[in-house]
């Protein structure tokens, strides 16, 4: 598939693992892509094996519908499949030569249920980059460079959460090998709180890096923007200033404010951030935003989103300008308007 046939919706993968859902195998998995597919906004899926048994459970649910190239050739190329390789762990990476030859062969055969029988990956990211050295980095993306070579891998990229450094990644493998990186995924940077990815970055790995195929995940920033009263999810790395005003689970000074500038406008946080997002990323033109679903009814709100949103030429609702614009002014007085926090090893890349 050619990348600029792919939609503008992916389903990820990372809430098929225990830190987002306690039982995973609970998923309806099977009626959530085939829905998916079905909709003509998304063809794609985007998972790692970082993702607890996410390539397992997917794998199940592609064989199944006749993904594989050794079953139906005409289907599996209608399908575009991402996955990474390198972060095995929370705190446990392996980007040597050998460790990603191996992760690449073990998720073809996870998800299509054999290395051979010339099954391919669409793209395969290296996960989460700024937790490694250059070196490290260059020699992982070597091993990947040789399955794109061999055409077990169409595409290779990056995925990680600074900016900074998945650019310098991607200018130092296109000075390397006088060829660009294919694709990159950020998270958290495209977002209601966060919108830096669309204001500053876009252009620059289009421009500097030329980088084809952009993806943007978490557009409510691991949960951080679900408005939930269970609160922010255990593992999210943010700052206390940030959790002050999204986490819900109790009443304080920040989430009372914002929850009365969302009543003002009759709006809901997680939606009004998935319209901020969609809207930004159709703004951009061709950039893949990666939706984290849990069950059937998250999907369906995702579409009924997207399809309200494409009915309006994906213009916002004046209250809901009008909202953001307030919630805006309101972070930016919080100190926390593109806040970003500290992640990995970013130091030994310059």
């Known amino acids: 598939m050619d990348s600029s046939s792919v939609q503008p919706l992916s389903l990820g993968g990372a809430t098929l693992n225990v830190q987002y859902n306690a039982n995973p195998e609970d998923i309806p998995l099977f009626d959530i892509?085939?829905?998916?597919?079905?909709?003509?906004?998304?063809?794609?899926?985007?998972?790692?094996?970082?993702?607890?048994?996410?390539?397992?459970?997917?794998?199940?649910?592609?064989?199944?519908?006749?993904?594989?190239?050794?079953?139906?050739?005409?289907?599996?190329?209608?399908?575009?499949?991402?996955?990474?390789?390198?972060?095995?762990?929370?705190?446990?990476?392996?980007?040597?030569?050998?460790?990603?030859?191996?992760?690449?062969?073990?998720?073809?055969?996870?998800?299509?249920?054999?290395?051979k029988n010339d099954e391919y990956l669409d793209m395969?990211?290296?996960?989460?980059?700024?937790?490694?050295?250059?070196?490290?980095?260059?020699?992982?993306?070597?091993?990947?460079?040789?399955?794109?070579?061999?055409?077990k891998v169409l595409r290779i990229g990056?995925?990680?959460?600074?900016?900074?450094?998945?650019?310098?990644?991607?200018?130092?493998?296109?000075?390397?090998?006088?060829?660009?990186?294919?694709?990159?995924?950020?998270?958290?940077?495209?977002?209601?709180?966060?919108?830096?990815?669309?204001?500053?970055?876009?252009?620059?790995?289009r421009n500097d890096c030329k980088v084809d195929l952009l993806a943007n995940g978490s557009i409510l920033s691991m949960s951080m923007l679900s408005q939930s009263d269970k609160g922010i999810k255990e593992f999210h790395p943010c700052q206390k200033i940030l959790k002050d005003v999204f986490d819900f689970k109790k009443q304080n000074p920040g989430n009372v404010i914002l929850g009365n500038i969302l009543s003002k406008y009759n709006q809901k946080l997680p939606i009004l951030s998935t319209k901020f997002a969609l809207?930004?990323?159709?703004?951009?033109?061709?950039?893949?935003?990666?939706?984290?679903?849990?069950?059937?009814?998250?999907?369906?709100?995702?579409?009924?989103?997207?399809?309200?949103?494409?009915?309006?030429?994906?213009?916002?609702?004046?209250?809901e300008q009008c909202c953001i614009k307030e919630i805006h002014a309101f972070l930016k007085k919080q100190g926390v308007y593109r806040l970003t926090w500290e992640s990995g090893l970013a130091a030994t890349l310059k």
């Open 158 to 205: 990056c995925s990680g959460y600074p900016l900074e450094v998945l650019y310098d990644v991607c200018l130092a493998y296109l000075v390397k090998y006088a060829e660009p990186l294919d694709g990159i995924l950020t998270y958290s940077n495209g977002c209601l709180q966060n919108d830096l990815f669309f204001a500053h970055w876009i252009d620059k790995f």
């Open 279 to 319: 809207v930004e990323a159709h703004k951009a033109k061709n950039i893949v935003t990666v939706l984290g679903i849990s069950n059937l009814s998250e999907w369906q709100d995702a579409e009924m989103v997207y399809r309200e949103l494409e009915t309006k030429n994906f213009v916002l609702s004046s209250e």
């Open 33 to 115: 892509l085939k829905t998916a597919l079905q909709t003509g906004i998304c063809n794609s899926i985007d998972t790692s094996p970082y993702y607890g048994d996410s390539e397992i459970l997917y794998g199940r649910v592609l064989q199944k519908l006749g993904y594989c190239k050794a079953k139906n050739p005409f289907l599996r190329e209608s399908l575009f499949v991402v996955t990474k390789c390198g972060r095995v762990k929370l705190d446990d990476f392996d980007y040597s030569f050998d460790a990603i030859k191996s992760s690449v062969n073990r998720s073809l055969e996870r998800l299509f249920g054999s290395a």
């Open 124 to 151: 395969v990211y290296l996960h989460d980059v700024e937790f490694q050295t250059k070196n490290q980095i260059m020699e992982a993306l070597s091993a990947l460079r040789e399955f794109k070579m061999e055409g």
